[in-house]
Antibody, heavy 126, light 107 residues
């Protein structure tokens, strides 16, 4: 069964770069045309999508974060990563990785996130 | 960016009752691009409904989704204790956005 696991620094200083990795286990990141996503949730608040990458390397980012975000994929390690530069306290959140492009039993694709990592809390503080 | 507004913010009901959660979009949403998630404290969200009306794998049939265009609804026919959680709707056009959530709490 596919599982996602986030890892990275839980404490980042203001103005520095947040770096997280999501390891995919149980299947190849290249096995089907899924998007691989980062989503965050500030404490006590709702969900905010950050961006995605396909195994081909194609990316798309939330417009408001585009200038600070880079998502990359390492197919050899079956993982994908997030870098968010110039962080501030507003970037403090639980960060989730999630698989997108849900396929039903007919093989039809829907825009939904069906597998999520457990999340990692990242605090921006000096 | 399409804004999703969920109502009510909090819904207080008892086990066995019927829950109706609303999600209204600021623009037309393609039904295949509307999903609902359940999130319990300290856990990641769980996909409940995809394509506006299809139950995800392992979701009990007391959960149902409906709607089209700008108005969508998640209904839980008879609440079980494990159903009390926060529910989010989500849409996709060129970006993904989520509603602010409805907290379903035990009355």
């Amino acid at each position: 069964q596919l599982q996602l696991q986030e890892s990275g620094s839980g404490l980042v200083k203001p103005s520095e770069t947040l770096s997280l990795t999501c390891v995919v286990s149980g299947d190849s990141i290249s096995s089907r045309s899924h998007s691989w996503n980062w989503i965050r949730q500030p404490p006590g608040k709702g969900l905010e999508w950050i961006g995605y990458i396909y195994q081909s390397g194609n990316t798309y980012y939330r417009p408001s974060l585009k200038s600070r975000v880079t998502i990359s994929v390492d197919r050899s390690k079956n993982q994908f990563s997030l870098k968010l530069k110039s962080v501030t306290a507003a970037d403090t959140a639980v960060y989730y990785c999630a698989r997108g492009d849900y396929y039903d039993s007919s093989g039809y694709s829907f825009e939904a996130f069906d597998i999520w990592g457990q999340g990692i809390m990242v605090t921006v503080s000096s | 960016e399409i804004v999703l507004t969920q109502s009510p913010g909090t819904l207080s009901l008892s086990p066995g009752e019927r829950a109706t959660l609303s999600c209204r979009a600021s623009q037309h949403v393609i039904s295949n691009y509307l999903a609902w998630y359940q999130q319990k404290p300290g856990q990641a969200p769980r996909l409940v409904i995809y394509g506006a009306s299809n139950r995800a794998s392992g979701i009990p049939d007391r959960f149902s989704g409906s709607g089209s265009g700008t108005d969508f609804t998640l209904t839980i026919s008879r609440l079980e204790p494990e159903d009390f959680a926060v529910y989010y709707c989500q849409q996709y056009d060129t970006s993904y956005t989520f509603g602010q959530g409805t907290k379903l709490e035990i009355k």
